[in-house]
């Protein structure tokens, strides 16, 4: 299979994978959409839930290919832009709900109208050794600076904590996955592209596996946060993510094993993130991001279905440039 | 509406949803055209631009806004924007001489205009919404056939703060609630306080 795939071009290798995705996709639609229509009559309120369950994964999945393919299609500069306004919406949920006091406004303003765009600059203009560093060094200083010249300090180390919590999450986090279109690397000639693909399809069927593994087991591992992460569920996902990231190590720079590697990395820290965004949630006494109708209609907000790549990105990130030397 | 109000509204619009989302939630009614008094806690300028874009489109364009006049007819832009983006009723927020500051609304209520309210007549900075003022009573007396829906605001305080020019993005919401009938018998304090109750009721749901 290997062989075949390297001797594909590299935009028919894209077309192939997006025609596979879609189809799993596809078949994954038809058979819940087939098991709906014959499971109605008395359903338990645990099956109803995990039907709704499984429709939610299904839409995100949708949504991610979705979106991925039109960053693929449209190329990297539009994919960088597509990522900055994912950016915007998902930092708007996110200080949504973590309430912040009249003297933080401008550190708001800030980071929505200053530090986003810049930060989306750096991934435009190629400055990775700035990229890699403007958040987590300027802007934490700055950040706080602001919202102290207001002259506030009640609950002053919490305000400051949440406004960088989002903008470390929402915007460094996710400004890594349009940053690895541009990593060129030396004596490879394929997409950039693959690699988002890569580490999004290796993020998403992780997570989908631990999904379907934690059915029926009992004893979570942290019950106040999260009643669906086991230790052996999580294992199973990062199997499967990891098995996945080797069968396509044809389309990327690594080679199996290190493709195998990769795919670990990415998927640990992906699935833990996801963990750690729930805690947060559960913190705030709501189920998913996004506004006060949301939890009617049962539709999760942006950040549920990017928080894993959120803080996968990153991580992945490094961990290839490091690797690679780039 | 002309070319230049709609392409402004079109503006606003876009604007309000990419900053708040402009959710609307119908919790005690369906969005319907019947004549209307939607009454809501005040906490920002910004109230009367989040109701109008939250209602559907056919309702828009029978709902008027009140809006304080010293404030909003302050500079020509928003003159002109409240006048023919909005359409809003202007009330004086000082009484001056002797006429009725409730004259205006009667009048939009008698062409058979929906109104958008805010019965505590300012802006509010604590949790909770101040008394509401007697207008929404005089008005309730008057128009007995008007429908009363009471109607939370939440979050647009944190978008536009006080004293703030640049909006910041927060997701906000407007719930519509169940409406309230003023009963043959019942007297102002009475009312105004059950009116009260029903917004604040609002938050919770």
Not at chain 1, 228 to 257: M, N
């Amino acid at each position: 299979m290997g062989s075949f795939l390297r001797s594909l071009s590299p935009s028919q290798q894209v077309g192939l994978l997006f025609v596979v995705v879609f189809g799993l996709l596809a078949l994954a639609t038809v058979a819940v959409l087939l098991l709906s229509l014959r499971e109605r009559a008395h359903d338990s309120d645990a099956t109803i839930q995990r039907r709704h369950d499984n429709l939610a994964l299904l839409r995100t999945s949708w949504v991610m290919a979705v979106v991925f393919w039109v960053g693929w299609a449209a190329g990297e500069r539009a994919a960088i832009v597509m990522f900055a306004v994912l950016s915007f919406l998902v930092l708007r949920e996110f200080i949504s709900l973590s309430p912040t006091r009249r003297g933080d406004h401008r550190a708001l303003v800030l980071a929505f109208f200053v530090v986003l765009p810049l930060q989306y600059a750096l991934v435009w203009t190629e400055r990775f050794d700035l990229f890699t560093v403007f958040v987590p060094v300027y802007v934490f200083l700055a950040i706080p600076v602001v919202s102290a010249l207001r002259n506030d300090p009640q609950r002053f180390l919490e305000r400051a904590a949440k406004l960088q919590w989002g903008i470390m999450v929402c915007v460094y986090g996710l400004s890594h996955v349009p940053a690895l279109l541009l990593l060129s690397f030396p004596r490879w000639n394929g997409e950039s592209a693959f690699l988002v693909f890569f580490l999004v399809l290796v993020v998403q069927t992780c997570m989908l596996v631990q999904h379907l593994a934690a059915r029926g087991r009992t004893r979570p591992v942290a019950p106040a946060i999260s009643d669906s992460f086991h230790w052996a569920s999580w294992g199973w996902g990062l199997l499967a993510g990891g098995l996945v990231g080797a069968l396509l190590a044809g389309l990327t720079p690594f080679k199996p094993l290190p493709a195998l590697a990769m795919a670990l990395v990415a998927c640990v820290a992906g699935t833990l993130g996801h963990l750690v965004m729930k805690a947060i949630k559960r913190d705030r006494g709501v189920t998913h991001w996004g506004g006060a109708s949301r939890s009617v209609t049962g539709a999760a907000g942006l950040l549920d279905r990017l928080d894993a790549l959120c803080f996968a990105a990153p991580v992945f990130f490094h961990s290839v440039r490091w690797t690679f030397n780039l | 509406m002309n070319l230049a109000a709609r392409a402004m509204s079109l503006f606003l619009l876009g604007l309000v949803r990419l900053l708040t989302g402009a959710q609307a939630r119908w919790h005690g009614c369906p969005p319907k055209a019947e004549q209307r008094i939607y009454f809501a806690n005040h906490q920002s300028h910004a109230d009367l631009v989040l109701i109008w874009a939250a209602l559907p489109h056919e309702l828009r364009a029978i709902t008027r806004p009140i809006a304080a006049r010293d404030y909003w007819t302050a500079s020509p832009l928003k003159r002109w924007i409240t006048t023919a983006v909005f359409n809003a009723v202007y009330v004086e927020r000082e009484r001056k001489g002797d006429e009725d500051p409730l004259a205006p609304l009667i009048a939009a209520l008698e062409s058979g205009d929906s109104l958008i309210l805010f019965p505590e007549g300012t802006r509010g900075f604590e949790e909770d919404p101040q008394p509401f003022k007697s207008g929404l009573y005089n008005l309730a007396r008057r128009f007995p056939e008007v429908v009363l829906v009471p109607t939370w605001i939440h979050n647009v305080q944190r978008v536009m703060p006080k004293g703030e020019v640049v909006p910041v993005p927060v997701l906000c919401s407007v719930t519509f609630g169940e409406p309230l009938r003023l009963g043959t018998d019942e007297d102002r304090a009475e009312f105004l306080t059950r009116a009260r109750a029903a917004v604040i009721a609002l938050r919770e749901v």
